[in-house]
């Protein structure tokens, strides 16, 4: 069966330090990923979406940046976090929209 | 553009009321509709789906049925236990069209529910 792992679960970072957070999909092969952004109050904002390895669609223009080095692996980065950044960051992946997504657990960031 | 709106709460009910959250929604395709449910601290989960008009989506007593005629996807559930406390998200994927898949969310509603 397919799972999705996305740690850490809850992060802490100063202002102006980096991030990288990670997905990573078992038991597919070649899935549609998303990074997603809940900010507080609860709405849901696409950030990044992936069709294949190397290939990153950004949906906002922000301070972060997406990769796909491996097929089942997506990252979420950025060079200095600002206090905007904070939030619940969801990964998910999909075949097709039919199906719907399947989300990971969430990384709730808190930057300080 | 895709959009969905649905009413956003927060509802508060008592247990074994009935529950209903209005969802309704703009597509330039044929889209397939979804309700998801993100218990506290935890991600989404998809609860129901359909994918084409008329159909009904069903799952753990909570139900939606594809409305075209109407652009609604109302969800519906006759008696709510404690358990159903979360926030629930109504979302379409429009299919084909180089769309890639991507779910549009509403802005969700918090329901707790009391005993």
């Known amino acids: 069966s397919q799972t999705i792992h996305q740690w850490p679960a809850t992060l802490v970072q100063p202002v102006g330090s980096p991030l990288s957070l990670e997905c990573t999909v078992e038991?597919?092969?070649?899935?549609?990923l998303y990074w997603y952004r809940q900010a507080a109050g609860r709405g849901l904002q696409l950030l990044f979406y992936?069709?294949?390895?190397?290939?990153i669609s950004s949906e906002v223009p922000q301070n972060l940046s997406a990769s796909r080095p491996q097929d089942r692996q997506f990252i979420l980065s950025s060079k200095k976090l600002l206090l905007s950044d904070s939030g619940f960051y969801l990964c998910?992946?999909?075949?097709?929209?039919?199906?719907?997504?399947?989300f990971g657990s969430g990384t709730r960031l808190t930057v300080v | 553009g895709d959009s969905v709106t649905q009413m956003e709460g927060p509802v508060t009910l008592s247990e074994e009321a009935f529950l209903t959250i209005n969802c309704t929604y703009t597509?330039?395709?044929?889209?397939?509709l979804f309700w998801y449910v993100q218990y506290p601290g935890e991600g989404l989960q998809l609860l129901l789906k359909?994918?084409?008009?008329?159909d009904k989506g069903s799952n753990k007593g909570f139900e939606a049925t594809y409305r075209k005629e109407t652009t609604s996807f109302h969800l519906e559930k006759g008696s709510v236990q404690v358990s159903d406390s979360a926030v629930y998200f109504c979302?379409?994927?429009?299919?084909?069209?180089?769309?890639?898949?991507?779910?549009?969310f509403g802005k969700g509603t918090l329901l707790t529910v009391n005993p």
């Open positions: 038991g597919t092969s070649n899935p549609n």
């Open positions: 359909a994918t084409k008009a008329d």
């Open positions: 992936s069709v294949g390895i190397g290939q």
């Open positions: 979302a379409l994927s429009v299919t084909g069209g180089g769309s890639n898949y991507k779910l549009t």
């Open positions: 998910a992946w999909s075949y097709t929209g039919v199906g719907g997504y399947t």
């Open positions: 597509a330039t395709g044929y889209p397939s």
